[in-house]
């Protein structure tokens, strides 16, 4: 779906004049349509995750719809590894990938060339240490179900970061649909901003405390009859 400038002013909480700083000095993806300025959904989201800018609720229509499993339960069926070899991005990746718990019918040889594809395009780390590899077009494959595999790495790696930081922790996310990707990577967005599990990634306290944590940031994050709680827009520029 196309995004206008107007849409972008209500999901980010930004005037305009920031829109086009962000065009000018940030990146920001668009494109223009009879000179006016359009966005695509997808490519948007990936950069606010990168940038740490937040969003509405309204980016993602239906983020969190009460078929789709929640978070800590898709990084539940794509594992937690720890002490992730590997001596450079390509390495790590590639390790990741064997790691999952993926269908025999997907090809992993095929998921790994996509994902460093997209490292090619620029790179998914997304500062502080961390790294969020997926394609630019969602890796979108005949899984049953969404998968998040979470990695902490024996050795930090570069991953061309923004912060020039090497990244000793990714996240590789696997999904059914381009729908269940968007709302999967707003909510590993918004649960990244939470002191709390930061604390926790950052103390590589173990999967069932990585998990029972999550669950209780989700629990908090979506108050049972409540709407979804996101964290102000960043005051970037």
Not at 128 to 133: K, R, Y
Request: proline content about 9%; aromatic content about 6%.
């Amino acid at each position: 779906m196309e995004l206008t400038v107007k849409d972008l002013v209500s999901l980010f909480g930004v005037p305009e004049r920031t829109l086009y700083g962000w065009i000018r000095d940030a990146g920001l993806p668009h494109y223009r349509v009879q000179d006016q300025v359009r966005f695509n959904r997808v490519e948007l989201l990936e950069w606010a995750t990168l940038h740490g800018v937040s969003w509405s609720p309204a980016a993602v229509p239906n983020a969190v719809p009460t078929e789709d499993a929640p978070l800590s339960a898709v990084l539940a069926a794509g594992g937690v590894y720890d002490d992730l070899p590997g001596d450079g991005k390509a390495a790590v990746l590639a390790e990741v990938v064997r790691r999952m718990p993926l269908p025999a019918c997907l090809d992993r040889d095929f998921i790994l060339d996509v994902l460093l594809a997209r490292e090619e395009l620029g790179s998914t780390g997304i500062g502080d240490g961390l790294a969020i590899p997926h394609a630019r077009n969602p890796i979108v494959m005949r899984v049953e179900r969404p998968l998040i595999a979470l990695a902490f790495l024996a050795t930090p790696v570069d991953f061309g970061a923004m912060d020039g930081l090497p990244v000793h922790t990714v996240f590789v996310m696997i999904t059914p649909t381009v729908r269940v990707h968007l709302s999967l990577l707003s909510r590993l967005s918004l649960a990244l901003r939470h002191p709390t599990w930061r604390a926790v990634l950052a103390a590589r306290s173990g999967a069932d405390e990585i998990l029972s944590t999550l669950r209780r940031v989700e629990a908090e994050a979506h108050p049972r009859g409540g709407e979804p709680r996101c964290p102000p827009p960043c005051p970037w520029f």
